[in-house]
Nanobody
Framework: QVQLVESGGGLVQPGGSLRLSCAAS????????MSWYRQAPGKERELVAT????????NYADSVKGRFTISRDHAKKTVYLQMNSLKPEDTAVYYC???????????WGQGTQVTVSS
């Protein structure tokens, strides 16, 4: 029973912060690259950030560099997205994604809403 369960979304004012969590279960966490995607109204789903399975290397979309930080806790099998200096254009449903490091297996969470508005 593979599960990716996101939490931590909500309403925040511009300039504020949120911390998203994605709790993983049912697969070998360390063998998967973990990512956060987001989809804003009327736009395609886009990759926000990735942290690799073993080395823990990270990469970010240009739009969030310097503001967002992705991390993973292997003991808790949880991926985090710390979002600072939030902007209205960050408003979207944020999805947790797991991609097999040595396979094409992909899992998706159900998403959590982030709304940045004054």
């Amino acid at each position: 029973q593979v599960q990716l369960v996101e939490s931590g979304g909500g309403l925040v004012q511009p300039g504020g912060s949120l911390r998203l969590s994605c709790a993983a279960s049912g697969f070998t966490f360390s063998m998967y690259d973990m990512s956060w995607y987001r989809q804003a109204p009327g736009k395609e789903r886009e990759l926000v950030a990735t942290v690799t399975g073993v080395a823990g290397n990270t990469n970010y979309a240009d739009s969030v560099k310097g503001r967002f930080t992705i991390s993973r806790d292997h003991a808790k099998k949880t991926v985090y997205l710390q979002m600072n200096s939030l902007k209205p254009e960050d408003t979207a449903v944020y999805y947790c994604n797991a991609k097999g490091r040595w396979s094409s297996t992909i899992y998706w969470g159900q998403g959590t809403q982030v709304t940045v508005s004054s």
